[in-house]
Structure formats: structure tokens, C-alpha cells
């Protein structure tokens, strides 16, 4: 049987994986992360389609076939415990808007990447996205005891880059020529991590990030309701006059 650098078979290293990150739900207040099904596809393919969401992967998804086939590798992916794909669910609407998945597992040495993240360009930079990070973060360190949270990007993504940075990762570098991407150019991956001593800070940020989230969301629909609420009496001021209410001004001139 096939063993890897420590000697451990293939199998065991498998088993060990399996037992130390198990497909679970993640809920918080503006998102829950559930273990990816077929029963997502649908839901996945009405936000999932726009170029845009593809640019930096490794594979574009245009079609409704192609996103099933997405899912379907996923699931396939998962199988030996080495990766766990989960869907990203928005908890107001209750519908599918990314996925995600944590992969490259070691239960070994209690590290997993964070990574295959994909969110509908309606749904980036907001609370969303914060919380499914936040979640995925605490899991892994809080209840799964991680020394290592690691991510990876193209290192022409500034955007993804300056995103890891700001939720407090740490680059560490580059791998150079190390993947072939959907159009043919060689892709230089940047690495970046979190560790257990600093958890305890990015988790502090992340959670203040998603305070001023809610602040904010407060405040557009206070803003919102007041808005509405002088449209109404507007429309009340403006509005005609009731038959019975008309012919008594007529008939009573005063």
C-alpha cells in the first residue's frame, strides 16, 4: 500500500482526516455555511454564472451543466476527507448565493486551507462575506484546535490579495509556475496564513468588522423606513378627496 513521507498509508492519512474535519453546519447572523449537495446546483447557476466570479479560478463555469459538473467534482473531491466543500447560504433570503470548501487537510498537523471561495458579485464585500470567513476561522481554530489557516490566490488577484491581507493574513510567498489556468498562462500562487497565536487578534477585528456591518445595515433600513414613511404621507397629503367628503365642501362653502 502506498505510504506518504512519515510512512503512514494512504488510507490511514485519509482516516485521519476524515476524523479530525467532518462535514458540518455553520450558522451565524447574515450567513450559513451547509456541506454542498446536488440540491444546490439550481440555486448556485441562477447566481453563479457572470463572467466576472471566474476571472481567477482554475476553471470557468457558463452554463448549467457546467456548474453541476462543478458540484458534482466537488462532492468527488470530498470523498477520501481530504476536502470539504460547503455552500454559502444568505440566512434573510435562504438561498444559495457562493460556495466554498476547506481542503488540503492535515489532521496530521492540524492544518486545512481556505479556499475554492466563490461569491455572486451581489453578495461580495458585505456582511456575508466577512461572516463565512469568521466562521469557517473559529471552527477550524476554536472547535478543530488548527495551528495553520492557509490561502492562496493568483498573484495578479489585487483584489483577493488586499482582502486576505485585511482580514489580517500573513503573506508568506510565492510559488512560481504553479498552475496552468483556463486560458493557458502560467499562474504564480501567493500563500498567505493565519496562525494559532493570531487568531485571537483576527478574530477581534473580524467580529468588529462585522459589528460596524450591522451599524450599518441599521442605519439603511432606519433610513429606509423613514423614507417610506414620508413617501406615505406625501401621497396622503396629495391625494383626492373622497366623493362624500368633496360634496360636503361643496355644499358647505363655509
Known sequence: MPTNSIG??????????RRWVEPVVLQGQWVRLEPLALDHVAGLTDVGLEAEIWRWMPIAVQTPGEMRTLVENALSDAADGSQVPLATIEQASNRPVGSTRYLNIDGTNRRLEIGWTWISPRWQRSAINTE??????????DTLGALRVEFKTDSLNERSRNALLGIGAIEEGTLRNHMITQGGRRRHSVYYSVIEEEWPRIRQQLEARLARHAREAEAAQAAYTAQAAQAAAAESAHAPAAPDEAAERTNNPG
Open 8 to 17: 503512514r498509508s494512504e488510507c490511514e492519512t485519509s482516516l485521519a482526516n
Open 132 to 141: 463565512a470567513k469568521l466562521l469557517m476561522m473559529r471552527h477550524a481554530f
